[in-house]
């Protein structure tokens, strides 16, 4: 049971390149966020999914995309990388009682836009 | 709306003293309140979490946090710190009415002095 993974764990961008990070859980776990997480602001929620093939905007949904073809993986995107997209972007997952529900989370992606 | 405030980004104790990290929330309706802890290059990992049940909950690694209503308050303690305690500590809350959000403060980077 390897709970969330994300891949890749590290990667160099250049301004205007476009990227693809993979989410996969295998709880079973209907509900999945992608956070980006920034030096002196917590983590923030960029997107989320209450399950296959939804998708729903959080906090700071500019300049990403996300998929949710299938249960246990969801991808953020981007299309046109920025500098302020530099960042460690983390994926979480929970199961269906959302509010009170531990979200559990995978051990990040380091991206750095040059 | 929700929102949590960590005081003190920066905490330091000596092995064998009082841990005390400070969570405020602000809530509309009954929180759910968490403490997640990370490691250095890790994800975030679930210490506690209070769940309407009983306001002294106890988490993992000898911490535990007391919900107080009247301060809206939801500190975080542990009697003695570990060398292993060092690491940055993140209060979130979620409610009935963020939908699948959760609410993550800014984070208290705890050091343990020998």
């Known amino acids: 049971n390897a709970g969330v993974t994300q891949t890749p764990k590290f990667r160099v961008l250049k301004t205007g390149q476009s990227m693809t990070l993979l989410c996969a859980q295998d709880?079973?776990?209907?509900?999945m966020y992608w956070y980006r997480q920034d030096p002196g602001m917590g983590l923030r929620l960029i997107h989320y999914s209450v399950g296959e093939g939804t998708t729903a905007k959080g906090e700071v949904p500019d300049g990403y995309n996300v998929s949710r073809l299938k249960k246990q993986n969801f991808l953020l995107g981007l299309e046109s990388a920025a500098p302020s997209q530099t960042s460690v972007y983390f994926c979480?997952?929970?199961?269906?009682?959302?509010?009170?529900?531990?979200?559990?989370f995978g051990p990040g992606t380091r991206l750095t836009v040059l | 709306a929700q929102s949590v405030t960590q005081l003190g980004s920066h905490v330091s104790v000596s092995e064998g003293a009082l841990v005390l990290l400070r969570c405020n929330y602000s809530s509309s309706v009954p929180p759910y309140l968490f403490w997640y802890v990370q490691y250095p290059n890790q994800g975030l990992q679930l210490l506690l979490k209070?769940?309407?049940?009983?306001?002294l909950v106890k988490g993992i690694n000898g911490f535990e946090a007391e919900f107080k209503k009247s301060e809206t308050s939801f500190h975080l303690t542990k009697p003695s710190a570990h060398m292993s305690d060092a690491a940055e500590y993140f209060c979130?809350?979620?409610?009935?009415?963020?939908?699948?959000?959760?609410?993550f403060g800014t984070g208290t980077s705890l050091t343990v002095i020998p």
């Open positions: 979130a809350v979620s409610g009935a009415n963020t939908g699948n959000q959760f609410y």
């Open positions: 209070y769940t309407s049940a009983a306001t």
């Open positions: 709880m079973n776990h209907e509900y």
């Open positions: 979480a997952s929970s199961s269906r009682d959302r509010a009170s529900d531990t979200q559990y």
